[in-house]
């Protein structure tokens, strides 16, 4: 079913998230991903499409297809989208075009120690560093967020538990302070999920030594050969990624509205 899919991140995205209890259906002019245990995971719960299309029309189908869902997530599956953007925005959507990015060996890069994460504690520090990344000036973290956290970091420890994937922490003074998963999308393809470093100890090579090991670790594993990373255009990870190899090969077109829908679909 993956494999019909043309955008490689939306390909590997889907192989992924099935992995971790997806449901994923093919429906009239779109297919449907559900995340039964994770509602509020806006890119768990979302219509794939061929095209963008109206911007009003996909508000409704979404709406169908997710009643209450208190959300518009539309993937476009063309890894060259071309979308009237002045339309979507105009309709409340946040559009974003993020970088896909592919390497095929490691770099070689010096930085802090790396291992999997196991056990409790770890998977514990897992969360509190994406907790932590939400928190406002004050140090204040919005609950509901918290707890999507703790359902996000339930979900990649059950995606490694079965196998498919690798949650690597970077160790500094024995504490984990950066985290990064890398996860078997089949057809010789690992994908790099939630490259993530604590406040305090960015700009330290924590990143990218997990990147390469991730690289390393899933050729050993899983026997991976292509590995790939998205990455938001403007944001400040994208630089690192080219440093370290990564090439950008096509572009995910991703299209987010908030709040419910409109009219009789509503």
Not at 58 to 63: C, G, L, N, S
Not at 219 to 231: K, L, M, Q, T
Not at 251 to 260: D, E, I
Request: with cysteine; net charge negative.
């Amino acid at each position: 079913m993956t494999g019909a899919v043309a955008s490689l991140a939306f390909r590997t995205d889907l192989a992924l998230l099935a992995a971790q209890g997806a449901v994923v259906t093919v429906e009239p002019g779109a297919t449907a991903v559900r995340m039964p245990g994770n509602p509020a995971f806006r890119w768990g719960n979302f219509l794939l499409v061929p095209e963008a299309g109206d911007p009003g029309a996909r508000i409704q189908q979404h709406a169908a297809a997710f009643p209450g869902a208190g959300f518009t997530t539309i993937g476009v599956d063309d890894p060259h989208a071309v979308v009237d953007e002045g339309a979507w925005l105009t309709s409340g959507f946040t559009v974003e075009r993020h970088a896909v990015l592919v390497a095929d060996r490691a770099p070689a890069v010096a930085g802090p120690v790396v291992r999997p994460l196991a056990g409790d504690a770890d998977w514990t520090a897992e969360t509190a560093i994406a907790v932590s990344l939400d928190e406002d000036p004050d140090g204040a973290v919005d609950p509901v967020q918290a707890d999507f956290s703790r359902r996000r970091t339930a979900e990649k420890r059950r995606l490694t538990e079965a196998g498919r994937a690798v949650w690597l922490g970077a160790e500094v003074d024995g504490v984990v302070v950066a985290t990064a998963g890398v996860a078997d999308a089949g057809d010789g393809t690992a994908r790099f999920q939630d490259v993530q470093t604590d406040a305090g100890h960015r700009r330290r090579g924590c990143a990218s030594a997990l990147i390469a090991e991730g690289v390393r670790t899933a050729a050993v594993r899983f026997g991976s050969a292509r590995f790939v990373i998205v990455a938001e255009r403007e944001g400040p990870a994208i630089g690192l990624y080219r440093r370290l190899g990564f090439r950008e090969t096509e572009t995910q077109l991703q299209l987010t509205r908030l709040g419910g829908a409109v009219g009789p679909a509503a």
